[in-house]
């Protein structure tokens, strides 16, 4: 039986590559629109970017460096040599393509590294880049995360997010045309989205084809706007258990073929500013997969599906 009731990263990575294969987070000095001045300079309402730098990133550091810290500690603590690296600093497909390639590239060439992870908006990826993240998509395994956050328009336009669902849906459907592997990353619990309006973006990803959903409880970190507007008392947060609830919702309605490949997120504790219960991300972890259980659920119950339709870890079946 699957513990998790929905379709794991891990089962995914297991099926896919027949072991399991760990993430390594780099930077590559990226930017974003909504901070270059190009749709604005203030960022998204509840991002601080110092909250997604790898921990062992200084400015300057080459792609190989990076690797070298980050493979280095996951090789010894877990016996492994099977790494994604893992781009996820502000926009990672936001840079002329021939910087990326290069890019994208040595990362690729480094020893244990299977694929590329790239985390994005939907509107930031040029059309080159896509032909780009095509080829490299026939040479080796790609995934790229598009910071979807929510189908409501209103909840974007709360956010400063500068871009619309329409975007999300094009930046989808063009990634698709060209066989790109996708995920899409969603955030529950925002200030004045009603849970109908959460529950919606579930449809959409459905209807997206995305092959990945990641889940993120909405963090107050600081030195944002959202942690202002938190310090005024202009919203409540949602308590852990209503998050649950929320999340196991949101998974029931997922086609069971969609890797859930988080269902919690994580802020480092010397940032975060509220709900408190984030910083116990195993604790949120357990607490959705419970909430599953007690109510004899799983990924696309509320679509028809059956425990079964979720692929659990497989003999290996190699890419
Ligand atoms: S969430 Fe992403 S797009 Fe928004 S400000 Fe932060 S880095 Fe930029």
Known sequence: MNKNRYHSLNAFFRNTFGEKVYKVSIAGGFTCPTRDGSKGTE??????????????????MTVTQQLE?????????????????????????????????????????FPGIRGL?????????SDDVMDLLKDLSQETFVWVELGVQSSCDLT????????????????FEKLH????????????????????????????VNKSGTAGVKLQNLHIIKNTKLA????????????????????????????????IQRVTGEAPPRMLV????????????????????????WQGKDLGYTMEDIPFIQKSSIL
């Not at 960022?43 to 300057?60: A, I, L, T």
């Not at 992870?117 to 990826?125: F, G, K, N, W």
């Open 117 to 125: 992870s790239l985390c994005t908006r939907p509107d930031s990826i």
């Open 156 to 171: 974007l336009l709360r956010m400063n997010r500068g871009h619309t669902v329409y975007d999300s849906e094009k930046a």
């Open 69 to 109: 810290l980050a493979t280095e500690y996951v090789r010894e603590r877990h016996e492994t040599d099977n790494f994604l690296a893992y781009f996820q600093d502000y926009t990672t497909t936001y840079k002329d393509v021939k910087s990326l390639e290069i890019m994208y590239r040595e990362a690729l060439n």
């Open 274 to 297: 509220a709900p408190e219960w984030a910083i116990n991300k195993l604790a949120v972890m357990n607490r959705v997969r419970r909430e599953l259980m007690y109510r004899d659920s």
């Open 43 to 60: 960022g998204c309402v509840f991002c601080n970017p110092e909250g997604s730098e790898p921990k062992h990133y200084k400015p300057g």
């Open 177 to 204: 045309n060209r066989g790109i592997r996708t995920a899409a990353h969603v955030i529950l619990g925002f200030p004045g989205e009603s849970k109908q309006e959460t529950l919606a973006t579930a449809e959409f």
């Open 228 to 259: 202002e507007l938190h310090k005024n008392n202009e919203f409540d947060l949602i308590s852990r258990s209503e998050y649950a609830e929320l999340a196991a919702d949101f998974i029931q309605r997922i086609r069971p073929e969609v890797v």
